[in-house]
């Protein structure tokens, strides 16, 4: 097979193939950089009866298992432990649980942008650390309206300056997700345990309201979390910015071959992972009363394992905020009933890892049974084959 002489070839690593004109055109047109209209300039995938090749339809139960096994497993696990559990179908428990996900939500949204660029993010719960005794220390203030701006302000910069931080590290530094965001989690960890150990209590009233209060029948911190899922939502899906995440994601090169600023895109994720820990570190320290510096310890995990529970890869590309959001909630759960059963709290652990690894496990069952129905291995987001021209 040969290609034609108007098509040319751009050549970068791939997992197979190589990115052809006619792949980095289809890239450019779904990241909105040109217009469809210039399809014509390049040739297409053609069949051998000259017809465009079409994508194959995902079988029928993968597509099940893809689509709506996350609602599947949290309707098994509710009535699991509804018919096992004395009290927890009840509705205080059942907003117990809800405003126990709300700040675990958040940080899981912003664990999702990073997740979905090919990245990691270890420091979110040294960072909410962070953002939350800054924010401690102003709420112990008079009420005045600078005051009350600061408490407010104060945790969202500093859990932006934190992501900002690893992101710059992460992009321009090229230095591996892994290795930065480990050694910011220690690096905050230790700075807020040194600035200030001891837990602050008695915070201003006015303060309480945001994490303590409802709004009708709904708590506070659930509508927050509920806009922080709509707004991300809308980010991930109706705009540029968004396409370009799960681009880079999918395939770095083919998205640094189609003009994106990788690094400028891995720059904003890492930041916007960093407000949201600022501001679920405003919503648990308001929520807890109190501010301290052990806040958020271990929630680097529990986020991790949202993202992957609601379906998210780890090797990027793929993850909505809606299946996110209900990990986070199987996550809280299954917690949830295991105290209320009394369950020693290292069995505790070693069920939610097991949890963990059985949503990676399911994860790739998928995507193998996918790619044994294509002529390849399987192919990451935004990864293309080799497209085949007729001969003229």
Not at 156 to 165: D, R
Not at 180 to 201: C, D, E, K, S
Not at 309 to 330: E, M, P, Q, Y
Request: aromatic share 8%; glycine share 12%; with cysteine.
């Amino acid at each position: 097979m040969s290609h034609d002489a108007s098509a040319p070839v751009w050549t970068c690593p791939k997992a197979a193939g190589e990115l052809t004109g006619s792949d980095l055109l289809t890239l450019r047109r779904e990241m909105g950089i040109i217009k469809s209209a210039t399809e014509s300039k390049v040739g297409t995938a053609r069949a051998p009866g000259g017809q465009p090749k079409r994508a194959l339809p995902r079988s029928g139960s993968s597509a099940i298992l893809r689509d709506y096994g996350i609602y599947i497993m949290l309707v098994l696990i509710t009535l699991a432990f509804s018919f096992t559990t004395k009290g927890f179908a009840t509705i205080n428990n059942l907003i117990l649980i809800l405003l126990q996900v709300s700040v675990m939500g958040i940080l899981s949204v912003g664990m999702l942008f990073v997740i979905l660029s090919k990245g990691i993010d270890l420091s979110v719960g040294s960072a909410l650390a962070i953002a939350g005794m800054f924010s401690g220390l102003l709420a112990k203030l008079g009420p005045t309206p600078i005051n009350i701006a600061l408490a407010l302000a104060v945790p969202l910069l500093l859990g932006l300056a934190c992501g900002f931080l690893n992101g710059y590290l992460v992009s321009w530094g090229g230095l591996p997700p892994l290795i930065v965001t480990l050694g910011t989690m220690y690096a905050f960890r230790g700075f807020i345990v040194w600035y200030h150990v001891n837990p602050i209590y008695q915070l201003q009233p006015w303060y309480r309201v945001l994490g303590q209060e409802k709004v009708g029948p709904f708590p506070i911190p659930v509508i927050i979390l509920l806009c922080v899922a709509g707004v991300s939502s809308l980010l991930l899906n109706r705009t540029r910015f968004g396409r370009y995440v799960y681009a880079v994601g999918g395939n770095e090169d083919a998205a640094r071959a189609a003009g994106i600023n990788v690094n400028l895109v891995k720059l904003c994720v890492y930041s916007i992972s960093g407000f949201f820990c600022g501001l679920a570190g405003l919503v648990f320290t308001s929520r807890l009363g109190a501010a301290q510096s052990i806040s958020g310890a271990g929630f680097e995990m529990v986020a991790i394992a949202s993202v992957v529970v609601g379906g998210a890869s780890l090797f990027g590309g793929r993850g909505t905020v809606g299946k996110t959001i209900v990990g986070a909630l199987i996550m809280q759960i299954v917690q949830s009933g295991l105290v209320m059963l009394d369950v020693p709290s290292p069995i505790q652990q070693t069920i939610l890892g097991f949890i963990i690894i059985l949503a990676v496990w399911v994860d790739l069952f998928i995507q193998r049974k996918e790619g044994s129905k294509r002529s390849g291995p399987i192919q990451g987001l935004f990864t293309f084959t080799r497209p085949k021209h007729r001969k003229s």
